[in-house]
């Protein structure tokens, strides 16, 4: 690429947004990468890797490409939540090269971002956010916001601590601006400081930020000393892949497997399959175990899967809400006698309806009402104990620490096969002599 | 309450986040209100209601127990947006009654908001924005901030508009501070400006946020005019209900049913049942017309729960996998064929393994490997439909302009036990002298 083109090249690049930028980058080759950092500075390409996630890109054989320096400034000029993102999935020996080449004081706050656990407020918080004393002015806060703006993830909050470094309160820019410019910190500031632990979960971090509104929130460690801010870009990532993690357990599947090849998706797909397949073995022994009854009046096969599906539809809804409810209360089940006892009375009132439903149904068309009554009558106990397994099982999850999404609905639906096959072959045992040769 | 206490009220009520102040109302009952209502100024209800959601409280009967000048002043106070939430909920009669008493531009604005469709960027978005012309320099743009600061939503974007009123860009507060105070805003400002559409969609509105990592985004109609602003924290919400849609849609149920009693909680579950229910019969009818064969090798009705179970939970499986790609392209199904032929090959291999496993146990369990055959050979038929039909079903329903997550987990394990049964059957049939008297 000859000067003139590189001109073009640079301005067109910088005109696009960084996002735009990032998505241009993924698609160009080993080549063409190289030349780009020919005509970028280290920090031009930092600003878009800010926009990419380490799922979407190989940080490792990127960095690698680059001259040594190049890739440390690079990882210098990001945010440094996202640069740790980044650093988590690199060798430490890696690791350890790109920071020596850093100013210590950076090299250090990276290093303290990767001991925390990606999926706790210390995982997703960056240290690049503007702290100030608390008896400073507000026309020296808006001097020192300036030169902050440079390098701060958002200089549209401040921090505010005393002597001892812990944080006694927030200022919002906003705020600044609606303030005389000699009014002191200490007095306009929010004191009220809403925060949250380094080691909360990230799920509580997004909860609060649906709850007060924010844009960004401090984090303390335990002795209320401010660690990091997280920001608001973030958790809307959280939420949505919380919201996908959700979704995949419910269906028992990793939905996330756009880019892999059927083979792939098969060996994902398959282990709760065939676990559920060893499940669903001990319903068809049960029900070897009424053979007899069986050959002696088939007309009972005719309904399993009616019964079975019908109770696995029910308490795969009634495991939907359990664990939404759940999730409201950050896995911790609140009220468990009164749900199950509200779920029991749910799954009667659907039990009874369906079960009505089906007897009259099957009493016109079989012209028997007592067959009618028998399978309306397993029905409603199949759909009730199926409602409260499904609303039970998370719960008790919950109670001894698992998640409580991993009950999934074809786990819930499975496992109700067999108490309803348990129930309906119980019930028809009881109607034996009607039924014989039916 | 004497004057003294309602002092102690006040400073106490104003310490607290508007959010916790929300909190707080939620828990009063009515003549706690009326209290409240003396104590506090219009614009500080106001400022506790722009955090209350539509679905927690009825407004229509909150602000009738207010004097109607004082709730017109509450609602105007407001943002515009929150606002407008609520006054969706009330009848025309009632919205008149308030907008009446504001002033004219304000009740104007509140009306114009009113039309949008509430699953829209118009339905989300407010018109307390910043917006300059581009003639204006830093410090101009600056001093007009410093006012708009106690009424607009946000302060740190402010648009910017040429002498036609065309949105031609954007400017962040962060990048006034970085400049110049001579500065011209049309020199300085993004030209390259993202923005959405009035009536487009809230799930798109949502995607541009997630990828541009934006605070606030511009709302344009479409002769480019700006015609409101999306801030991020409305968005959080509308990625929560999507999500929480997604996933009722999954299990066939609405899982916000927190606050409902045990029979409006059935009543809601109960009509996907009942047409499940239904389609679950045709099931019921295709295995009575196998009734010979079931009564001639009772074996059979052994393994019906076990292939319809799989096959369904397989389904489930390549639906919500289906359903979430579908997701990622805004409903739009793009290379129809070929994901139909990687799902095929999915459910093949995942077919032929679960296949193969049940051959063996069915083998060694009964002593027989031909019923093994029988059984594994059916399997693998069966979960193969069944992934293609949960593959395909949601992307027919997205190619004809429904919304693929309509076709539940429920729905599509009881149409799989439907074909599963047919497949079962049929192979067994093949068999039929082997079977007799088994």
Redesign the interface.
């Known amino acids: 690429l000859d000067e003139q083109h590189s001109k073009q090249f640079r301005k067109r690049f910088l005109?696009?947004?960084f996002?735009e930028q990032g998505q241009f980058f993924l698609t160009l080759n080993h080549e063409q990468r190289l030349q780009l950092y020919q005509i970028m500075a280290p920090d031009e390409v930092g600003d878009m890797f800010d926009?990419l996630e380490d799922d979407q890109i190989d940080m490792s054989k990127i960095l690698a490409e680059m001259d040594l320096k190049y890739a440390s400034d690079v990882l210098n000029s990001m945010y440094d939540d996202n640069a740790a993102d980044f650093l988590e999935h690199l060798d430490k020996s890696e690791v350890d090269r790109y920071l020596a080449l850093m100013p210590r004081a950076d090299a250090n706050q990276l290093r303290g971002l990767l001991h925390y656990d990606t999926q706790t407020a210390g995982g997703l918080m960056t240290t690049d956010y503007v702290v100030m004393r608390q008896d400073l002015n507000v026309k020296e806060a808006l001097d020192l916001?300036?030169k902050f703006?440079?390098t701060a993830e958002t200089?549209?909050y401040l921090y505010v601590i005393d002597d001892d470094n812990d944080l006694v309160g927030t200022l919002s820019?906003?705020e600044l601006?609606?303030h005389n410019e000699k009014a002191i910190l200490s007095t306009i500031m929010?004191s009220?400081v809403?925060s949250v632990f380094v080691d909360d979960d990230q799920e509580a971090v997004a909860q609060v930020?649906?709850?007060?509104?924010f844009?960004a929130l401090p984090v303390v460690d335990h002795a209320h000393k401010l660690m990091g801010i997280v920001t608001?870009?973030d958790?809307?990532?959280v939420?949505?892949d919380e919201?996908?993690d959700?979704?995949?357990k419910?269906?028992?599947?990793d939905?996330?497997?756009?880019k892999s090849t059927?083979?792939k998706?098969?060996s994902s797909?398959?282990p709760?399959?065939?676990t559920?397949?060893f499940l669903?073995?001990i319903?068809?022994t049960l029900?070897?175990h009424f053979?007899d009854l069986?050959?002696q009046a088939?007309?009972?096969?005719?309904?399993?899967?009616?019964i079975?599906?019908?109770a696995?539809?029910?308490g795969?809804?009634s495991?939907?809400?359990a664990?939404?409810?759940l999730s409201?209360t950050n896995n911790k089940p609140q009220h468990l006698w009164g749900l199950l006892l509200?779920?029991l009375?749910?799954g009667l009132?659907?039990g009874l309806?369906?079960g009505m439903?089906?007897m009259i149904?099957v009493g016109i068309w079989k012209h028997s009402f007592v067959l009618g009554a028998v399978i309306g009558l397993a029905m409603m106990a199949a759909i009730t104990v199926a409602n409260l397994a499904g609303s039970l099982i998370p719960m008790l999850m919950a109670k001894i620490g698992f998640d409580p999404a991993v009950a999934s609905?074809?786990f819930i639906?499975?496992l109700s096969?067999l108490t309803s096959?348990l129930i309906y072959f119980n019930i028809a045992s009881l109607f034996m002599g009607f039924f014989k040769g039916m």
């Open positions: 005109d696009m947004h996002y926009t916001l300036r703006a440079h200089i549209y820019l906003r601006f609606t929010t009220n809403i930020f649906r709850d007060y509104q844009v608001v870009d958790v809307i990532e939420i949505d919201a996908q959700d979704y995949s419910l269906a028992g599947v939905v996330d497997e756009s059927p083979l998706a098969a797909r398959l709760w399959l065939i559920l397949l669903g073995m319903t068809a029900i070897a053979e069986l050959s088939s007309i009972l096969a005719v309904f399993i899967s009616l079975t599906g019908t696995g539809n029910a795969t809804q495991l939907a809400v664990v939404r409810r409201l509200k779920e009375v749910t009132v659907i309806i369906t439903t089906i149904v609905g074809p639906s499975t096969d096959v």
